[in-house]
């Protein structure tokens, strides 16, 4: 039965409900390009929680689906539109408050991940999670996937810094979660139950985050191995001794597909390089720096860079960051993210070689290597039916492997619609079982990104 949309867009200001064919296109995909994207049957554009809510009503009452989307950064297709669903983009809920007294920043979710750390910087002041796609990702979409980065190592991932929410859930109530306070036990944790949730529990609307004072400038070392497995027992070396401030790992593909797209004169022969950053107070950052380059020059370093000047290990921090597009440049991505505990991690990056051997395919590792969480990047062409098969087998066998080593088939980038059928194989029948009643308990008629997680 057809949906009269009319009632929707009376019942939101001018201009906040889409439905030109030619706009919808550009809302069906997100940046995994999921093949079996839908058309929304309308977008909407809030700019207030009160639209949300109306949004969320309309759709409540009518049980029409509804697609939760940020920016649009998801690389695990979690927002990925749905035919016949709604898709409620924040993408123009951007406000930002900072409180300095609190250290708090209060932000809607579509504000990027980069001008919240501007905003807190003008203060003095620094928030730390930092996905590499921080330039062009959402403070929602962070929320969603309890996002990570190149800080994470030492200052640990988004949920550390979330003190409050709102969230409008499936009926359209809207509801306030934690606050300012750095301490609050009252109740069940809600607000961490959010955090991470994909969209599938509820929209949120406002989000109140812990701030840092600001960053000591750090010191960089980087360096080049001969092999993938040197480097990784590198990194076991350091973080036996120090938490460094980044730990950032590139293999040969990306180490060239970087120097081709920059120009940077880094090693095209290494088999592997390390970026690693320091940002302990007065004398101590020379003793970690020591300690860095001790253990790179233990397990073969061929060259070893350190730097104090701000802008050149800003270069190094930035060629790791263009690792995902500099390699995509190769071809479409298939995109992992998978993470092992530490001492697994040499056997997780020479288990991803050989599954490129074993199924013919160019994959290529990028890492946060300091928490164990990799992003193999698997090149293959669509058009070419038999490589694309053969992608995602791989695709599967490393996330298998993950799971294998005892760790998760997701880091940082959430589950999505492309990793759902793995999660059982981590989490085992019983916890999916609590997943589903949460779900069933929050949106009784599943109408929360359907297809996400579950």
Same mark, same amino acid.
Not at 217 to 233: D, I, K, N
Not at 276 to 287: L, N
Not at 296 to 312: L, N, V
């Given at each position: 039965?057809? !949906?009269?949309?009319? #009632?929707?867009?009376?019942?939101?200001?001018?201009?906040?409900?889409?439905? /030109?064919?030619?706009?919808?296109?550009?809302?069906?995909? /997100?940046?995994?390009? /999921?093949?079996?994207?839908?058309?929304?049957?309308?977008?909407?554009?809030?700019?207030?929680?009160?639209?949300?809510?109306?949004?969320?009503?309309? +759709?409540?009452?009518?049980?029409?689906?509804?697609?939760?989307?940020?920016?649009?950064?998801?690389?695990?297709?979690?927002?990925?539109?749905?035919?016949?669903?709604?898709?409620?983009?924040?993408?123009?809920?951007?406000?930002?408050?900072?409180?300095?007294?609190?250290?708090?920043?209060?932000?809607? *979710?579509?504000?990027?991940?980069?001008?919240?750390?501007?905003?807190?910087?003008?203060?003095?002041?620094?928030?730390?999670?930092? *996905?590499?796609?921080?330039?062009?990702?959402?403070?929602?979409?962070?929320?969603?996937?309890?996002?990570?980065?190149?800080?994470?190592?030492?200052?640990?991932?988004?949920?550390?810094? !979330?003190?409050?929410?709102?969230?409008?859930?499936? =009926?359209?109530?809207? !509801?306030?979660?934690?606050?300012?306070?750095?301490?609050?036990?009252? &109740?069940?944790?809600?607000?961490?139950?959010?955090?991470?949730?994909?969209?599938?529990?509820?929209?949120?609307?406002?989000?109140?985050?812990?701030?840092?004072?600001?960053?000591?400038?750090?010191?960089?070392?980087?360096?080049?191995? %001969?092999?993938?497995? @040197? $480097?990784?027992?590198?990194?076991? =070396?350091?973080?036996?001794?120090?938490? *460094?401030?980044?730990?950032?790992?590139?293999?040969?593909?990306?180490?060239?597909?970087?120097?081709?797209?920059?120009?940077?004169?880094?090693?095209?022969?290494?088999?592997?390089?390390?970026?690693?950053?320091?940002?302990?107070?007065?004398?101590?950052?020379?003793? @970690?720096?020591?300690?860095?380059?001790?253990?790179?020059?233990?397990?073969?370093?061929?060259? +070893?860079?350190?730097?104090?000047? *701000?802008?050149?290990?800003?270069?190094?921090?930035?060629?790791?960051?263009? $690792?995902?597009?500099?390699?995509?440049?190769?071809?479409?991505?298939?995109?992992?993210?998978?993470?092992?505990?530490?001492?697994?991690?040499? =056997?997780?990056?020479?288990?991803?070689?050989?599954?490129?051997? #074993?199924?013919?395919?160019?994959?290529?590792?990028?890492?946060?290597?300091?928490?164990?969480?990799?992003? %193999?990047?698997?090149?293959?062409?669509?058009?070419?039916?038999?490589?694309?098969?053969?992608?995602?087998?791989?695709?599967?066998?490393?996330?298998?492997?993950?799971?294998?080593?005892?760790?998760?088939?997701?880091?940082?980038?959430?589950?999505?619609?492309?990793?759902?059928?793995?999660?059982? /194989?981590?989490? &085992?029948?019983?916890?999916?079982?609590?997943?589903?009643?949460?779900?069933?308990?929050?949106?009784?008629?599943?109408?929360?990104?359907?297809?996400?997680?579950?």
């Amino acid at each position: 039965m057809a !949906v009269d949309i009319s #009632t929707l867009v009376a019942a939101l200001p001018a201009g906040r409900v889409v439905t /030109d064919p030619d706009v919808l296109g550009a809302y069906r995909f /997100d940046r995994a390009n /999921d093949p079996d994207a839908g058309t929304p049957l309308a977008v909407v554009r809030p700019t207030s929680t009160e639209q949300v809510q109306a949004a969320v009503r309309w +759709c409540s009452q009518r049980a029409v689906p509804m697609v939760v989307r940020g920016a649009g950064t998801s690389l695990s297709g979690g927002s990925t539109a749905v035919d016949g669903a709604v898709t409620i983009c924040t993408e123009q809920m951007t406000d930002i408050t900072v409180d300095v007294a609190t250290r708090t920043v209060v932000a809607q *979710p579509g504000a990027l991940n980069a001008d919240v750390k501007a905003a807190a910087a003008q203060h003095g002041l620094w928030y730390p999670p930092d *996905p590499s796609s921080f330039e062009i990702c959402s403070i929602g979409g962070n929320i969603a996937t309890n996002a990570g980065g190149l800080c994470c190592v030492k200052y640990g991932v988004t949920v550390e810094y !979330v003190l409050g929410l709102q969230v409008v859930l499936a =009926d359209g109530r809207a !509801v306030r979660l934690g606050g300012r306070q750095l301490k609050d036990s009252a &109740g069940l944790p809600l607000t961490k139950l959010f955090v991470g949730s994909e969209g599938v529990l509820g929209i949120v609307t406002e989000v109140t985050l812990r701030l840092l004072p600001a960053q000591s400038t750090p010191a960089t070392v980087v360096a080049s191995f %001969p092999s993938v497995v @040197e $480097a990784t027992r590198a990194v076991l =070396d350091i973080t036996a001794q120090i938490r *460094p401030a980044m730990l950032e790992f590139m293999d040969s593909v990306a180490i060239n597909a970087v120097e081709d797209m920059l120009k940077m004169d880094l090693d095209r022969s290494a088999g592997a390089m390390l970026v690693a950053q320091s940002d302990a107070a007065g004398p101590a950052v020379a003793h @970690e720096v020591a300690i860095i380059e001790a253990a790179f020059a233990e397990h073969g370093a061929t060259e +070893c860079f350190s730097t104090t000047d *701000p802008e050149e290990g800003e270069m190094f921090t930035a060629a790791r960051r263009a $690792a995902i597009p500099a390699v995509e440049r190769l071809g479409p991505l298939l995109l992992e993210d998978v993470g092992v505990p530490l001492p697994q991690l040499p =056997d997780l990056v020479a288990g991803v070689a050989e599954i490129a051997t #074993t199924n013919d395919v160019t994959i290529s590792v990028i890492a946060h290597a300091g928490d164990g969480n990799t992003h %193999p990047l698997i090149v293959h062409d669509p058009d070419d039916a038999d490589e694309t098969r053969r992608a995602n087998k791989a695709f599967g066998q490393i996330m298998d492997l993950a799971i294998e080593l005892g760790g998760t088939i997701t880091g940082e980038h959430g589950v999505g619609r492309l990793k759902k059928g793995w999660l059982p /194989d981590q989490v &085992g029948p019983d916890v999916m079982e609590m997943t589903a009643m949460i779900k069933k308990a929050l949106d009784p008629q599943g109408l929360l990104n359907p297809g996400v997680v579950l």
